[in-house]
């Protein structure tokens, strides 16, 4: 699997034109090659990552990228801990939290995707009897008391989500039922069967499931909770010391793979969604269909201090998920992102 997947991304980018190193770059110590064990999903969620893989950006700043492909971000965490990987996405869920406050030397660094209003990319989901009941926009969680919800992780993006639209109108889950465990193909079987009534589903899954009949998308994320953090890149605080050049390079690669992501996002650029589609196994029609509600990456790469904080505090204070929160300084490492930032602004290789 892994062997098809690199292959199928070095494919696409010798058609992207990838570029071999002149000698007077090679010969620049901080383009020296580096090799980065980066954990990721094979999702849209990871496009920013994607463009840049695939279009050859990190190989041009001399960085040999070995992709781990995790079904979901926070499995990658005791491999990210453990040092076994360099660089990982990270879920903004109370597992990252727990593991930075029990003292793993793991830092966020960069942003990997946020809800920007009229952006978001988690869809709310109901019953089509629910739907046609009055739940058609975040006001209709007031009809939720006794319906079925499910939520496949407690301490996930979903449980946040949830639980901040239900305090919105004075509810909270034990004024539901819940079911936990179901993942969002098996909890789109009940709902198709009458017997789950709210579910998030990410796109492209909600928009597919509501053109199947399953149910209607009644509200998004963002209209949940603006801004949202959902994911991060983070990486061993020695990782971040010792290679800091290499770290310094995958920020600016990125950086540029953001840019393209977002603005084929607003555009739908054909080059972009082709390679999209190359790397999440989804048809280019149904990409093009579901923009603008991809993840939003900061083209700055910063994550949002704020809205990851309030996250922490949410997990710590409402749950009993996360005991004691991490200090502010245990979650952030900034100092490379700005680094990335002031040498792409001088000199940008990829213009």
Known sequence: MAKQSINRRQALSLAAGAIALPASIRADPFLAPARIVCGSVPYLSSGGFFVPLAKGYYRKLALDIDVRNFVDGGLAMPALAAGEIDI????CNAGFFNLVAKGAAVRIFMDRGHEARGRGSQAILVSNSLHAD????????????GKVLSIAVMGSVAHYLHAQALQRVGLSF?????????NSSTALQLMASGRVDI????????????????GRIATWSDEIAPGMQLSTFAAGERFLKE??????????????GYREFNAAAASGDPAIIKLLAAETRLPEELLQRTRPRWST???????????ILAQQRFWHERTD???????????????VLAEAQQRLAADNPFL
Do not use: W
């Not at 034990?174 to 179901?182: F, K």
């Not at 800091?244 to 950086?255: D, E, G, K, N, W």
């Not at 990456?297 to 809205?307: F, I, L, S």
């Open 88 to 91: 990982s996405t990270a879920p």
């Open 134 to 145: 009055g739940f058609t926009n975040l006001d209709g969680y007031r009809l939720a008391k």
């Open 174 to 182: 034990a004024d539901l039922e819940l079911r936990t465990g179901l």
């Open 199 to 214: 579910v998030l589903d990410p796109m492209p899954g909600g928009h597919v499931a509501e053109a199947r009949g399953i």
């Open 243 to 256: 290679r800091r050049s290499a770290a310094v390079r995958f920020c600016m690669a990125t950086l540029q």
């Open 297 to 307: 990456m900061a083209e700055d790469g910063a994550p949002n201090r704020d809205a």
């Open 321 to 335: 998920l996360l005991v004691r929160p991490a200090p502010v300084e245990q979650l952030f490492e900034t100092s």
